[in-house]
């Protein structure tokens, strides 16, 4: 949880004020997974690693539905979020700490434009992961395609594979293909592990599957670049032969 005014307020405040104002018991009526929800401070346990995963991606997918544009339009729920996710926001901020003087804050502002625009009748699963993903691949487009206009959007697959070539992600129709959509269908499909997309996914970010970038990630994984090299094709073999699969799930 927050506590620094500069980014989020305080959650001790927040809690008091939501639940003086009464905003559990509505947002109890709202969404079935929050129904006997007395106190947002209940929120942090129900969401908690100890939480079976299913359980909490509800609470959360519930409070990004009240969230969201156009869902409740509800600010409150978007500052519950922030502070449920402060632990995410930690982690990238670490991982992004390049970009700026003040990464927590960055992260936090991304964060937020997510949340508000967050696809919640399309994407019912992994809220969590899926907004920190979103949050870290629209920083890193904004790093790498700055002063590139025109610059396609990154796919989480090799530049040079001609199984996903003729996807074209500027084009209105496929707008909606991109790293998180490919990265959570590989995952919750079983075609790669997760460690290995997220470990290609930090190879597509520093733009290439060149030597220096392999180093780079193996230093940051701690384990050698021979490794980084056969989990790469190995990932990227696993995707090629599922491009039909999935392609066919965004047509």
């Known amino acids: ?5 500069a980014i989020a307020g305080s959650w001790p405040a927040l809690v008091d004020r939501l639940d003086r104002t009464g905003r559990t018991a509505s947002w109890a009526t709202q969404a079935p997974a929050l129904t006997g929800l007395r106190t947002v401070d209940q929120l942090p346990a129900m969401v908690a690693e100890t939480v079976p995963p299913a359980r909490a991606d509800q609470v959360i997918g519930a409070l990004v539905r009240l969230a969201a544009v156009d869902g409740a339009d509800d600010p409150d729920a978007v500052l519950v979020l922030i502070h449920l996710l402060s632990g995410g926001v930690h982690t990238l901020a670490a991982k992004l700490a390049h970009l700026s003087d003040n990464t927590v804050t960055v992260v936090v502002g991304e964060l937020t434009c997510q949340i508000r625009r967050y696809p919640w009748r399309r994407r019912t699963r992994a809220h969590a992961i899926n907004l920190l993903l979103n949050t870290k691949q629209a920083l890193l487009r904004g790093e790498l395609r700055a002063g590139q206009p025109g610059q396609p959007q ?4 090799d530049p040079q594979d001609p199984a996903f070539q003729h996807v074209d992600t500027a084009h209105p129709d496929n707008e909606d293909i991109d790293v998180v959509d490919v990265l959570l269908w590989a995952g919750g499909h079983g075609i790669a592990p997760l460690q290995d997309l997220l470990m290609l996914l930090d190879l597509e970010t520093r733009r290439g599957y060149g030597h220096a970038a392999r180093h ?11 490794t980084v090299r056969r989990r790469r094709d190995r990932t990227l073999h696993a995707l090629r032969q599922a491009s039909d699969a999935y392609l066919a799930t965004v047509a």
């Open 1 to 5: 949880m927050f506590n620094d005014p």
């Open 154 to 157: 990154v796919l989480l697959v």
């Open 216 to 226: 780079h990630v193996a230093h940051d994984l701690g384990i050698n670049e021979r």
